[in-house]
């Protein structure tokens, strides 16, 4: 057997050995990590050895790639820090200048005090040119591809009959004669319904016997969209527009069901957005350009009305049936509208209280 003098290369006999044996090892103190610590010790490292893994995938130079992977991870924009919305915000200009060929800026003007937006549509001086929808296209930097899909438009115009009520049609009734069930004259389109075409292309408008309603988002006071939403990427600003955080979008569509207003709209595929026409003047909340599988809707062009402009389908309409502005000041446009003129609201029974508004005069 050999001793552990002898492992040592020691002489035992002469008595020389200066050798000791290893004194035990005291066991380790137990660490005082509490459950918390070691998750969240455990959610950083996670998050860091993910990063990590994203810069190595990333071929060296390719910033997109770690701009995109750095927007995975990025948290919820109405949580973030002001400084985490600044680094958001450069991240996106960042990129979308490299993309499109052109300085891309991304606002992030917050509300301001004592404003909430209201918007009011004269649907007797309407025309229904579709202008409003042109305008909205270009200004947010809306799909436009010719493929089923790749068509998104905001505004639908509806386009409605006009209808009468005539001798000829009495005794067509059901179930014979002048009917008990089914009056002769219950077909006629006349009066304004919502069943009506939101696709035409007339030779000159308005049409002779036409009537025109335009809907998009109606921007509620109490939104259904909102309540919905399985990870609140979508929310009512203060200032009034429901907004979308597109980087958080799971595409779930539950808000798209929960809308009585046919307001909002699914990528189905990767947005058409010509270079050329991307327009680069974008809000982080409003008209940045979207990704596939993500959801958008109308804002009141957040780029323009926080920094006291009309929207853009207020300014092209060639008739002045739009009118925008602050509900708080009694001087504003649409303010005066509600005081003076016969004003309606869609579908109030649903209690989602619109602020957007009809009126004739």
């Known amino acids: 057997m050999t001793t552990n003098a002898q492992q040592h290369g020691c002489q035992a006999a002469s008595g020389s050995c200066s050798c000791q044996a290893p004194a035990a090892e005291s066991p380790p103190a137990p660490a005082q990590t509490s459950r ?7 959610g950083t490292v996670s998050l860091s050895s993910l990063m990590g893994t994203a810069a ?35 991240r996106l ?8 060929g052109k300085q891309v800026s991304v606002d992030t003007a917050e509300a301001q005090p004592g404003v909430l937006m209201g918007y009011a549509l004269n649907i007797r001086k309407c025309i229904g040119c579709r202008r409003c929808v042109k305008a909205c296209v270009e200004e947010n930097n809306q799909s436009r591809g010719a493929k089923a899909g ?11 009959e006009r209808g009468e009520f005539t001798k000829d049609r009495m005794n067509q009734g059901y179930p014979e004669g002048l009917g008990i069930q089914v009056g002769g004259n219950s077909y006629t389109p006349a009066g304004q319904v919502l069943e009506g075409q939101y696709h035409y292309t007339p030779e000159k408008v ?6 025109y309603m335009p809907i998009a988002c109606m ?20 200032d009034g527009p429901v907004v979308i955080d597109y980087n958080w979008c799971i595409g779930c569509k539950m808000c798209m069901n929960a809308c009585p207003y046919w307001a909002r709209r699914f990528n189905l595929t990767t947005p058409v957005l010509p270079k050329a026409e991307m327009n680069p003047v974008t809000h982080y909340l409003g008209n940045r350009p979207r990704m596939r599988g993500v959801v958008e809707k109308c804002h009141w062009c957040l780029q323009r009305t926080r920094h006291g ?53």
């Open 36 to 42: 918390r610590d070691f998750l969240r010790s455990s």
């Open 56 to 90: 190595l995938m990333a071929a060296p130079g390719d910033a997109k790639a770690a701009i995109e992977w750095a927007e995975h991870f990025q948290k919820n924009y109405r949580l973030m820090t002001p400084e985490e919305k600044k680094e958001a915000r450069l």
């Open 93 to 100: 200009e960042k990129r979308y200048s490299g993309e499109y």
């Open 150 to 160: 790749e068509r998104i438009e905001w505004i639908q115009v509806l386009r409605m």
């Open 206 to 211: 308005p049409e002779k016997d036409a009537t």
């Open 219 to 238: 921007q509620c006071e109490k939104p259904p969209c909102v309540k919905v939403c399985p990870v609140r990427t979508t929310y009512r600003e203060g």
């Open 309 to 361: 402009r009309y929207p853009a389908c207020v300014e092209v309409c060639p008739v002045g049936a739009r009118k925008f502005g602050n509900l708080l000041d009694p001087e504003s446009e649409v303010s005066k509208v509600l005081a003076r003129k016969n004003v309606f609201r869609l579908k109030v029974e649903l209690n989602t209280f619109p602020k957007f508004f009809y009126f004739y005069d």
